[in-house]
T-cell receptor
Framework: DAGITQSPRHKVTETGTPVTLRCHQTENHRYMYWYRQDPGHGLRLIHYSYGVKDTDKGEVSDGYSVSRSKTEDFLLTLESATSSQTSVYFC??????????????FGPGTRLTVL | QKEVEQNSGPLSVPEGAIASLNCTYSDRGSQSFFWYRQYSGKSPELIMSIYSNGDKEDGRFTAQLNKASQYVSLLIRDSQPSDSATYLCAPLGYSTLTFGKGTMLLVSP
């Protein structure tokens, strides 16, 4: 998985609790992304980062926040989890160059269940 | 709203046949296009990238791009049961990918 780890890999939590998912990379790539994947919706971008402390919103950012204090780590926080945030969360990384045009590589995913 | 359309399938082909997967997209500004393969319960895996109109071949895979028609396709020659997976099409916008919902491919022995 291109030097990308996600933790935890599985989590069950209750509605209203805060949850933080971590993505760690060893590739020194500049861009990092958080997606969620749900049946019938496919992969949807939540937030992304184009450098340390530089982040931007994606298509489905409501209810989520992110932080990136180091190149290698990108955190996704659900401030108050809801059942609609039950999903599989994928982190991805990329290093845009003239030859690769921002090819993204995915981590193994985190399965989150909010009861 | 950027749209990426793929037939959900399943597309069923016999082993050894050619599988043809299609994708249309709405964002005319898209310049780069990617195909990912995703096995059930696993993460997406990049299998092809294409940036110019025409064909690009890599082993048993051929990607075809027609920007005027906003159409990109993936051909898999000599399909194998191990090719059974969901294939995701993803055009690149300014700096982010938009994914289609994917086409499920089933290759029967």
């Amino acid at each position: 998985d291109a030097g990308i780890t996600q933790s935890p890999r599985h989590k069950v939590t209750e509605t209203g609790t805060p949850v933080t998912l971590r993505c760690h990379q060893t590739e020194n790539h500049r861009y990092m992304y958080w997606y969620r994947q749900d049946p019938g919706h496919g992969l949807r971008l939540i937030h992304y980062s184009y450098g340390v402390k530089d982040t931007d919103k994606g298509e489905v950012s409501d209810g989520y926040s992110v932080s990136r204090s180091k190149t290698e780590d990108f955190l996704l926080t659900l401030e108050s989890a809801t059942s609609s945030q039950t999903s599989v969360y994928f982190c991805a990384i990329s290093e845009p160059t003239q030859g690769t045009y921002n090819e993204q590589f995915f981590g193994p995913g985190t399965r989150l269940t909010v009861l | 709203q950027k749209e990426v359309e793929q037939n959900s399938g399943p597309l069923s082909v016999p082993e050894g046949a050619i599988a043809s997967l299609n994708c249309t997209y709405s964002d005319r500004g898209s310049q780069s296009f990617f195909w990912y393969r995703q096995y059930s319960g696993k993460s997406p895996e990049l299998i092809m990238s294409i940036y110019s109109n025409g064909d690009k071949e890599d082993g048993r895979f051929t990607a075809q791009l027609n920007k005027a028609s906003q159409y990109v396709s993936l051909l898999i020659r000599d399909s194998q049961p191990s090719d059974s997976a969901t294939y995701l099409c993803a055009p690149l916008g300014y700096s982010t990918l938009t994914f289609g919902k994917g086409t499920m491919l089933l290759v029967s022995p």
